[in-house]
């Protein structure tokens, strides 16, 4: 049997990401405070510090467009 571990890093972060994406900052924010608490409290300053300083990747001025 074979068997694999990835650690990519948070949820949180990467449920941030498309919430960003899609245009959706304030539960983007929501899920990077949610990261920064216990990264903070748990001394993983690397990923505390990456949520507090991250930006919206997406410029404001892009929209997501459905068709029909």
Sequence with gaps: MLSAVLCAGP???YLAL???A???RELAEEH???LREPAGAA???WW???AASAGP???PSLRLVRNG
């Design 18 to 20: 498309p919430a960003s």
């Design 32 to 34: 990077l405070a949610t």
């Design 11 to 13: 949820v949180d972060w």
């Design 43 to 45: 001394g993983l300053t």
């Design 57 to 59: 990747p997406v410029h």
């Design 22 to 24: 899609a245009g959706r």
């Design 48 to 50: 505390h510090d990456r």
